[in-house]
Every structure is written in structure tokens, then in C-alpha cells.
């Protein structure tokens, strides 16, 4: 867990500080994971090509991991690029986003520092061109110092896949007599994990509009709460991450059990096989 940073709430702008004011900081998520989507629409809309639209979403990138920092979220984790965005893209936008990826972390380890965060990836990142892994590494030891929110970006990352690696991962410690099959259990599997240094997600944020998972850390969100806005992900800023987490501060997380007030209907009483049937 990042060592908890001095707070910068002050820095916060205007508009981010009336939403900040409603929230109560003691109960703020420990980990937020954003699926960013809505860069090729939110260009398609403005008549613009493809390529505008990521440059867009990358300029969102900056100010909610910002946002972020100056609230001291610990954990902020965003889907940067999907296995399948690196499978059925084509190849022209692929070789574009590798640009933006090393252009986006060479110009913004500075900002980062600045702002105590440090970066990490997930994902099978060494299927990565080389170029890009030396910078994805210069990045992550550049800020690797920085005690605040820890940026997690998922690149060439599927959800399925991250399972089909921990299983092979157990697979192999099995066979080599380092694991017995009876030792299996969740945590052995939690343990393999690409995100086992951190805790899963309690609030998980989609962008456009779209009601669905994407193969995004299906493991890690059996639990999250999920708020989805039709905002597209150029148009995202920090208020709206705040704006989030109000809204997961208004639920009740129950993790398959009653929420505060319920009581259990005494059943003691019935036979095991009785069967109500409501009248």
C-alpha cells in the first residue's frame, strides 16, 4: 500500500472542491479502476479523425490522475489498451497508440514526480514493442520513489488472460512439486495475479454509456461498485471523478450479506424440507 501522503486537497479547482466538500473522506474508495472508452466516438461526433480523439483522451488522463493524487486516492488503475484493441485494431491506429503511449510517458514522468505519483503497468506488456517496454521501464523507475496514488495502467491486458497466466503459473509450481493441488484455494490463485500488490477495486467507473465489463479485471471486481456516465472520455475531468465516488458513497456495500437494518427471518422453526408457497 502506498505510504499516505500529505493531503492537497487545497489544490483542488473551484468546481472539484464543492463536489470534494460533499464527500466524506474517511469513507473514500481505496482503489478506483476506470474503463476509459469513448475516444473514437467523441472524434466521430466532431467530424475528426480517430487519432484526435485518443490525443483527447490522453489530455483526460492528466487531470484525473491529478485529481486523484490531490485527494489521495492510493490506488487509481485505468484500461489503457485491451488485448483486443491489439488484435482487431488496425494496425495504422495500433502503431499510433504505441506512439501516444511513449509520448504520454515521456512527457509526463516530470508531472507525476510532481504530484507523488508512481506508475505501474498489467497486462502481457513483453508482447509490447521494444521501444515502448523502454520507456513503460524508464517511467516506472523514474517514479517509483513517489509514496502517492499508484497509476496502474492495463496495457495488452484481457482479464482471461490474466487467469489463463495465473492458472499456468500453479500449473507448473504443481508440476515442479512446489504446490499441491489441495493447497489451491483463492488466494493462491489472488496471489498470481497481475494485481497482487494491490487491493481489488471498490468502485469501478465506465465511460460512453456502454453496460458491460470488457474483460476488465473480471476476478478483482466480484464485489466493486460499478457507475457507468455517457460522458465519452475526452470530455471526463477530475470533478467527474469526484462525482463518482459521491455517488459510491450513497451505496451500501453488503459483500453478500444484509445491509444495516435488515434482520434475517427466523426460520429455526421450519421443517428442512417445507416449502412456502406465498398465497
Do not use: C
Not at 470534494?20 to 481505496?30: F, G, I, N, T, V
Not at 489498451?81 to 502503431?95: A, G, H, I, W
Not at 465516488?245 to 445491509?259: K, P, S, V
Amino acid at each position: 500500500m502506498p505510504i499516505s501522503s500529505p493531503s492537497r486537497v487545497h489544490e483542488l479547482p473551484a468546481d472539484e472542491q464543492a463536489v470534494y466538500r460533499r464527500l466524506d473522506a474517511e469513507r473514500l474508495p481505496q482503489h478506483v479502476a476506470i474503463i476509459m472508452d469513448g475516444n473514437g466516438r467523441w472524434a466521430g461526433k466532431r467530424l475528426l479523425k480517430r487519432f484526435i480523439g485518443h490525443q483527447q483522451g490522453a489530455e483526460a488522463v492528466h487531470f484525473v490522475v491529478e485529481t486523484a493524487s490531490r485527494i489521495d486516492l492510493p490506488f487509481l488503475t485505468l484500461y489503457a489498451f485491451s488485448l483486443e484493441n491489439n488484435l482487431r485494431r488496425p494496425k495504422t491506429e495500433v502503431n499510433f497508440l504505441m506512439r501516444l503511449l511513449r509520448s504520454y510517458l515521456g512527457s509526463n514522468v516530470q508531472r507525476m514526480n510532481d504530484n507523488n505519483v508512481r506508475i505501474r503497468y498489467i497486462g502481457r506488456t513483453q508482447e509490447l514493442p521494444s521501444e515502448v517496454r523502454e520507456k513503460m521501464q524508464w517511467a516506472e523507475e523514474e517514479t517509483a520513489r513517489n509514496t502517492g496514488t499508484t497509476l496502474t495502467l492495463a496495457l495488452n491486458y484481457g482479464a482471461r488472460s490474466e487467469l489463463v497466466d495465473a492458472f499456468r503459473a500453479i500449473a507448473e509450481e504443481i508440476r515442479d512439486r512446489k504446490l499441491q493441488i489441495g493447497d489451491i484455494d483463492e488466494q493462491e490463485i489472488q496471489r498470481r495475479l497481475y494485481t497482487a500488490q494491490m487491493p481489488d477495486p471498490d468502485l469501478v467507473v465506465r465511460t460512453s454509456g456502454e453496460m458491460r465489463i470488457s474483460n476488465f479485471l473480471l476476478w478483482q471486481i466480484a464485489y466493486s461498485e460499478i457507475f457507468v456516465t455517457d460522458r465519452l472520455w475526452p470530455d471526463f475531468r477530475g470533478v467527474h471523478l469526484l462525482e463518482a465516488i459521491e455517488d459510491y458513497q450513497r451505496r451500501e456495500r453488503r459483500y453478500g450479506g444484509l445491509g444495516d437494518g435488515s434482520e434475517s427471518d427466523d426460520v429455526s422453526s421450519l421443517p428442512a424440507n417445507s416449502v412456502l408457497v406465498p398465497r
